[in-house]
């Protein structure tokens, strides 16, 4: 299937901005973490079609996958 997935802040370094990109159906955002070589623990929010979702939430044909680092600061 495929999806868009777009990348934000330090995230980008090395990657890209946003790209189409396939997956097998069934696929978890935490899977695509992992195939970007992106730390889960880095991950601060994840959207789905402009909702906010989890690692856990399955991705479908189509979709707009975000993903936003923890941003840290005081």
Not at 39 to 62: F, Y
């Amino acid at each position: 299937m495929q999806l868009t997935v777009k990348l934000f802040a330090f995230f980008r370094d090395g990657r890209f901005k946003e790209e189409g990109r396939e997956y097998p159906a069934g696929t978890k955002v935490g899977e695509i973490v992992a195939d970007l070589g992106i730390d889960p623990d880095e991950v601060g929010v994840v959207m789905i079609n402009s909702l906010q979702s989890s690692l856990k939430a399955t991705v479908a044909e189509g979709d707009n996958l975000a993903i936003f680092p923890v941003i840290g600061g005081g």
